[in-house]
């Protein structure tokens, strides 16, 4: 058994009285893949950014290591710091090059000498295929390639886990390929993800751990060959029947 | 028919010509001065105003942003909503009732009073722009575990500057003109010259003519500097691509603090049993 890093305790989250989580429960383990899949407006990004704390959760808890994040011990930002999250949006800071996007969390919030961060920019641009465009600016490179370089953005921090929140969705198809790449050789690393998706074949293909989710509760979890090809919940078959159409037996 | 108007003005500029410069130079530091800590003014305000309060905070911190907030809401209603002319008699007629000094500086009350009017319109400016930045912006510098100084330090200001530019352009021009106002207290700008002269002289329109094309002159000179900064800060259009390799590049100092973060084991999808 590998170490836990992640536990979501009793997690719900309400909007006014719409109450989008509800008593959620699950854990991340080192070198876990989990992908996190359902229909639009079950939770899943939400569930996301609240274990980043984009959001403040309604109730419940969220351990570190053990420890609670947000009983205001442990330094809110500094937890980010660990837990690196690339957006559907890819939300690159506009003002500066793909190269100083992958720099200044590193000098900023980790301390890290110039040119040590220069270096480790370096080296995770090359690693998602992004060294040539080192000099853009996001307005100049496509999707694909911002998507690539917020990836690298976010290893760059060297975080524990990687919280993917819909990475492919805001590309067009012919981009998505490069992006599920580079994720795919992380996953091969065993870096620890987790990765809210609609790609049903990456799912199967990369993750230990499929969590199926709907209408703000975990329906169904394990490993992609029981989730995926063999659902015993009446709505995760709805779901995959519905979503992949005549290739469910196909899974 | 323009015979004697050109006789007039080469009259009224040779006398004269020395301290009509001496006013142009007078107008352009107090308007420069004043932008610059209007902006300064600006900023503060507008960072403060959007500081974010959280449900969760404790009770102080919320009391104490929700009271400055109305503070600065008190401030920019107030010298955005009076005459700057009346402003400026307020406070350099007024300060030796309250503080008991008579405040006869003529450079600082002016100065003053500029600034803390430009500062009154760029607060809000600065308050739009920052409002006006993408949230995915926020949000990309908070996962990486900025804190709300670094994210606006870094991230949200210089995008916010480079969008209200030609805001603080505006303030700037508007500034060169209405620096005039300030004679009422006695400041030797370009107008007070004016003022001077033709009462001197009575050569009322060549000295007007000359104030017009000299402050057109300056103002003209703002917008042509202005749009040459604004071209500077958005960059450059083309960017180069890097061919070289990621050791060359590195000059081999890529093994940083350690290892990857993770282990490099072989590809195991499943997890390991206990």
Same mark, same amino acid.
Do not use: P, W
């Given at each position: 058994m590998s170490e836990t890093i992640l536990e979501i305790r009793h997690l719900s989250k309400t909007f006014g009285s719409h109450a989008v989580l509800?008593?959620?429960?699950?854990?991340?383990?080192?070198?876990?893949?989990?992908?996190?899949?359902?229909?639009?407006?079950? +939770?899943? &990004?939400?569930?996301?950014?609240? #274990? $980043?704390?984009l959001e403040t959760l309604t109730t419940g808890d969220i351990? %570190?290591? +053990?420890? &609670?994040?947000?009983?205001?011990? #442990? $330094?809110?930002?500094?937890?980010?710091?660990?837990?690196?999250?690339? %957006?559907?949006?890819?939300?690159?800071?506009?003002?500066?090059?793909?190269?100083?996007?992958?720099?200044?969390g590193q000098r900023k919030v980790n301390r890290v000498p110039q040119k040590e961060a220069r270096d480790r920019a370096l080296y995770y641009l090359n690693k998602v295929g992004m060294l040539p465009y080192i000099n853009a600016r996001p307005s100049q490179i496509s999707g694909g390639q911002k998507q690539r370089a917020a990836i690298a953005r976010a290893l760059a921090m060297e975080p524990e886990v990687l919280l993917f929140d819909e990475p492919t969705s805001a590309l067009d198809p012919e981009m998505v390929g490069e992006v599920l790449d580079v994720i795919k050789s992380l996953a091969a690393e065993r870096m620890t993800m987790l990765v809210v998706t609609h790609e049903m074949a990456f799912a199967r293909d990369v993750s230990s751990q499929v969590v199926y989710m709907a209408d703000g509760v975990i329906v169904e979890e394990g490993p992609p060959s029981q989730v995926l090809s063999d659902p015993q919940d009446l709505r995760t078959r709805e779901f995959l029947r519905r979503f992949l159409g005549q290739n469910a037996e196909n899974l | 028919m323009f015979e004697q108007l050109f006789k007039d003005i080469g009259i009224v500029w040779a006398k004269y010509g020395t301290v009509y410069l001496t006013g142009i130079l007078n107008t352009l530091l107090l308007a420069t001065g004043a932008t610059l800590i209007g902006c300064v003014i600006g900023f503060i305000c507008g960072i403060l105003q959007t500081i974010p309060i959280a449900p969760g905070d404790f009770w102080l911190k919320r009391f104490l942003l929700r009271a400055l907030r109305a503070v600065i809401r008190v401030y920019v209603e107030v010298f955005r909503g009076t005459p700057m002319i009346l402003q400026a008699v307020f406070i350099y007629y007024g300060m030796p009732y309250f503080f008991g000094i008579a405040f006869r500086d003529i450079w600082t009350v002016s100065m003053l009073v500029v600034s803390v009017n430009t500062g009154a319109y760029m607060a809000e400016s600065v308050r739009g722009g920052i409002m006006s930045i993408d949230p995915g912006q926020f949000e990309g510098a908070k996962a990486i575990g900025m804190n709300h100084f670094q994210t606006m330090l870094y991230i949200i200001l210089p995008q916010t500057l480079r969008n209200i530019l030609p805001q603080i352009g505006n303030n700037y021009i508007i500034n060169v003109k209405d620096t005039s106002v300030m004679f009422i207290i006695g400041f030797q700008d370009f107008f007070a010259v004016h003022k001077m002269v033709s009462g001197a002289t009575f050569k009322y329109f060549p000295s007007a003519l000359l104030e017009m094309g000299g402050y057109l002159f300056l103002t003209l000179l703002a917008s042509f500097l202005l749009r040459t900064l604004e071209r500077k800060m958005k960059g450059q259009s083309n960017y180069e691509l890097v061919n070289t390799d990621q050791l060359v590049l590195t000059a081999g100092n890529y093994k940083f603090s350690g290892q990857a973060p993770y282990e490099e084991t072989n590809r195991d999808y499943r997890r390991e049993e206990p």
């Open positions: 509800k008593d959620v429960d699950f854990t991340v383990r080192k070198g876990d893949v989990t992908s996190i899949i359902g229909a639009s407006g079950s +939770g899943k &990004s939400t569930l996301l950014r609240c #274990v $980043n704390l351990l %570190f290591h +053990g420890e &609670s994040v947000i009983s205001g011990k #442990v $330094n809110q930002s500094a937890y980010r710091a660990r837990v690196g999250m690339v %957006f559907q949006s890819f939300n690159l800071f506009s003002n500066l090059t793909v190269l100083q996007n992958c720099v200044i | -």
